[in-house]
């Protein structure tokens, strides 16, 4: 029965009592608040009539503006619990005194547009402090499924007050209905502390702050509103869609007023009354048996158009013919399709605002723009109200245009959204920056050359000439005058490799600095300097040849080696070889040091064979050296090399060093080592990968067969199968998503593998061994998998940091993983989607063990197991394998080792060759 009753209601395990109390709390304000909003309107319309609507419509606006500014005044300096809290209890206080003074003023007119505006005012605030107040227990993709149910009782509350009218207007008439919904809504605060005391709420992605969250300025706020289109796209539809209902209602409302102007008192009371509460148990049953099935198949993206477009099509019917039908269609589409479909969307679009400011774009959409939409509604009705088919027609076009808008912004909203809350680590500095608070960064490193921190000083300089704004260049040139001589030094690198390095005013001042400075340090490195760069003349510089100094012989050296005028001065020339060879057979580091940065300097690609044996010498200082130089004078004139450069690559970690070799293979851009540079890329980090893929892009002939052969070879890495995807997108998307679904199939058959041995293993049947290591493998293997997946759906459609998902999915944030899911839906057809769904749900695992075995999969044995692992692309499994093989003294683990130690992997060789020892 309990299954039943979930698969009905669409929930899941553990979900009752949060369910219960949601449905609750949102029945008796609903009852309430909606019941007042009906009687009000039919009240309303008897005393005054259809002619005082577009006043009402001014005032109701102007009252939800004031009360949109006390909302967000209130969500800086209270809780939403507090603030829902005082709402319903000042809401309470207002409707019993509505009750006690109607005997008295109810012949005044001003007493009935106060009853409107209240009428209006009570359900759209509560509403909005409501949902603020349920979202903090929701995530995205919950709310997909309870939003609409919880939205359904608030449905089921306003037919029941509006079903009172209906049968009890007769009996209880306009005072005690008004008692009854103020008794009821006050028994909705029991409901709050129910909820606060039961429930904990989820964090939202961007802090740890509990329920106030983040408290932003109202400057800031409007700045993140200009920066996020998505969010101008949905405040402007739901001003337009404002527009539209206030037309809308004006037009079915008068046409009642005059239909019922002969009628009985209070027929047109209960008439309202009957077709509110008609249309809100449509309304439940839609949102209970049918929203979170639609918005889970086509997309909340899709059910947005549903209402403009259903809008449109009725004042094209109107133009055609009028009568009740139409009226009654108009109240379906004001009271019904509205709330039944605007307001979940709304619940589940605000997902995509920037997460700092939900709350406010919340407030704002309902009680700021919405009736900021009904004020102008109520001016345009003032004058135009002959023309309200043209307006409204006009104005049902410009909500389908605005809506087609914010379909395309959605899922670029929610991965914006993701990747704020991601830290990225292969981004520089710089990028972190946004263009518009460039000149703001400039100004406070201006400022931090002030500092009586040198390193602070120096890192300021650096930064300041790598933004590259010429009027800062005369400054940084005097602040050099302020550093030690350390400072002095790196300052002068700094230069020679700036944009601005042969500037005359940069030439002058180092000319100064030389002539002026003493120092033999400073000296040199200005000799070396305009060396690098052409600027010195040799022959000044031959009696340096002979220097003690190291510097100042260097640069002596690489001036004759760099000089255009060689074959005038062949003795000098010779004689600087012959100094720069005997710095490169020096013992001293230093000297070798030199000498390679000399070879890098003269930029000639003969020395490239000179090179390369230093990539082997002893010191790492050296090794660094040579291939900074090698960097430098790469070529594709040197691929005779590159091999050699892949395989020094594959065995150097070192990130500096791999980084410099990819420069040099980025310069030769030869495409026959393609397959070598990607299987290179197993042990890379994020922004050596990016590197690579760079380097492949822009290589001439790319052979895209060899990228799919390797996107689909099960034998390899997945880290290097999926830079061959991300390499694919870019060179050819189509090639990549007709492939697709394939490749990721046979990798979701892998991860269920993974997670049925995983979770089989950790049952009490096989606690006799200690699987500790083999539960860690296969679950680093499961996630390895979903990971792969995950970025390569990503890769396919054209995300540029698809890591972010993998991110945002493992992460212990409820809020996040949910964004994570829904970008993933957005990325890749609902085919795909099925099939990785039940891997990243929170399913319980009972039914993925299920799923497993209804796909035919067989369960293997440890031994079997042991044996698929130990040849898995997987390095962990084949070491956890082999190990376990060898600790179960299984009779095949030593043939097993010898054979994997074939391969060229130097960890698998270190582990294989301790275990032999320790087993000998």
Request: hydrophobic residues 45%; positive net charge.
């Amino acid at each position: 029965m309990d299954k039943a009753f979930r698969v009905l209601f669409n929930l899941r395990s553990g979900e009752g009592t949060k369910i219960t109390l949601f449905i609750l709390l949102g029945f008796l304000w609903s009852s309430s608040a909606y019941g007042v909003f009906t009687l009000s309107e039919g009240m309303f319309l008897e005393s005054i009539g259809a002619q005082g609507l577009p006043v009402t419509y001014v005032l109701v606006a102007l009252a939800l503006c004031g009360l949109s500014t006390l909302l967000l005044f209130g969500l800086r300096r209270f809780s939403i619990k507090k603030l829902l809290s005082l709402l319903v209890l000042f809401w309470s206080v207002l409707t019993f005194g509505c009750a006690l003074l109607f005997p008295y003023i109810h012949e005044h007119s001003l007493f009935w547009y106060a009853v409107k505006v209240i009428g209006w005012t009570m359900p759209i605030s509560i509403y909005i402090c409501y949902w603020s107040f349920i979202d903090q227990y929701v995530d995205l993709q919950d709310a997909k499924r309870l939003f609409c149910l919880i939205n359904s009782v608030t449905f089921l509350g306003d037919a029941c007050g509006a079903g009172l009218i209906s049968f009890a207007m007769h009996y209880l008439g306009f005072q005690g209905l008004m008692f009854l919904y103020a008794s009821i809504l006050l028994m909705a605060l029991p409901a709050i502390y129910l909820i606060t005391r039961y429930l904990k709420p989820l964090l939202e992605e961007h802090h740890d702050h509990g329920e106030r969250g983040v408290v932003l300025e109202f400057r800031e706020v409007i700045k993140k509103v200009v920066r996020s289109p998505f969010t101008l796209y949905l405040l402007g539809f739901y001003f337009a869609m404002q527009l539209l209902a206030v037309v809308t209602e004006f037009n079915y409302m008068s046409y009642f007023d005059r239909l019922f102007s002969s009628s009985s008192e209070h027929h047109l009371v209960e008439f309202l009354g009957s077709c509110n509460m008609w249309i809100a148990l449509g309304n439940m049953l839609v949102g209970v048996f049918a929203y979170s099935r639609l918005v889970r198949s086509v997309g909340v993206q899709n059910l947005v158009v549903i209402a403009p477009a259903f809008f449109f099509a009725l004042f094209c019917l109107l133009f055609w013919k009028e009568g009740l039908s139409l009226a009654i269609l108009g109240l379906v589409g004001r009271e019904g399709m509205v709330y039944t479909f605007d307001d979940n969307n709304l619940n589940l679009l605000i997902s995509g605002v920037p997460t700092k400011i939900k709350n406010q774009i919340r407030i704002a959409v309902e009680s700021f723009f919405e009736p900021f939409g009904l004020l102008c509604g109520a001016a345009l009705l003032f004058f135009l109200h002959r023309q309200t088919l043209y307006l409204g027609l006009l104005m049902a076009v410009i909500a389908c245009v605005i809506v087609f808008l914010l379909r395309q912004q959605y899922p670029k909203a929610i991965f914006n959204n993701l990747v704020a809350s991601s830290i990225r680590f292969d981004k520089t500095a710089l990028d972190w920056i946004p263009k518009k608070e460039k000149k703001t960064f400039e100004y406070h490193l201006l400022s931090s050359l002030k500092s009586t921190d040198e390193p602070t000083r120096l890192l300021a300089f650096e930064y300041l000439l790598k933004m590259g704004n010429k009027r800062h260049l005369p400054r940084l040139l005097n602040q050099i005058n302020v550093l030690g001589m350390p400072g002095k030094l790196k300052a002068i690198e700094l230069l020679a490799d700036s944009d601005w390095a042969i500037e005359t005013s940069v030439v002058e001042q180092l000319e100064r600095w030389r002539r002026v400075l003493p120092h033999p340090s400073v000296k040199s490195a200005i000799h070396f300097y305009f060396a690098r760069h052409s600027l010195s003349r040799p022959e000044k510089m031959m009696q340096d040849l002979h220097h003690d100094h190291l510097g100042l012989r260097a640069a002596a050296i690489l001036s004759f080696k760099t000089t255009p005028y060689q074959g005038q001065l062949p003795s000098l020339v010779s004689l600087a070889s012959e100094k720069l060879q005997q710095l490169l057979e020096s013992k001293i580091d230093n000297e070798i040091c030199v000498g390679l940065e000399i070879l890098g300097r003269e930029k000639t690609t003969a020395n490239m064979s000179q090179l390369l044996p230093y990539l082997q010498y002893p010191s790492k200082r050296v090794n660094k050296e040579a291939i900074r130089a090698i960097s430098r004078i790469a070529s594709p004139a040197c691929s005779a090399y590159s091999s050699q450069l892949v395989q020094y690559l594959a065995t150097h970690r070192d990130a500096e060093m791999c980084c410099l070799t990819l420069k040099a293979l980025e310069k030769i851009s030869d495409c026959s080592i393609l397959k070598d540079l990607i299987l290179a890329t197993v042990h890379f980090r994020p922004n050596e990968r990016q590197i690579v893929q760079k380097i492949v892009l822009n290589m001439p002939g790319v052979c895209e067969t060899t990228l799919l052969e390797l996107l689909q070879n099960r034998f390899i890495h997945e880290r290097c199968r999926l830079m061959a995807g991300k390499i694919l997108s870019r060179l050819n998307p189509a090639t990549l998503k007709r492939h697709l679904f394939e490749i990721v199939q046979s990798e979701i058959e892998r991860a269920y593998f993974y997670y049925y041995h995983l979770e089989t293993l950790r049952h009490p049947t096989h606690s006799e061994y200690d699987h500790s290591i083999l539960l860690n493998a296969l679950e680093t293997g499961y996630h390895t998998v979903i990971d792969f997946v995950i970025q390569l759906i990503g890769a396919a459609d054209a995300l540029e940091e698809c890591d972010v998902l993998t991110h945002g999915l493992r992460s212990r944030n409820k809020k996040l993983r949910a964004q994570a899911i829904e970008m993933l839906q957005k990325a890749c057809s609902s085919k795909l989607f099925a099939l990785l769904e039940p891997l990243i749900d929170e399913r319980s695992s009972e039914k993925k063990l299920n799923h497993y075995l209804k796909r035919g999969f067989i369960p293997l044995k440890l031994t079997q197991l042991l044996d698929t692992m130990a040849f898995s692309p997987s390095l962990t499994d084949q070491i956890v394998a082999v190990w376990l093989k060898a600790k179960l003294d299984l009779p095949d683990w030593k043939e097993l080792v010898r054979k994997k130690m074939q391969d060229r992997e130097e960890i698998f060789h270190h582990f294989a060759t301790e275990l032999l020892e320790e087993k000998l």
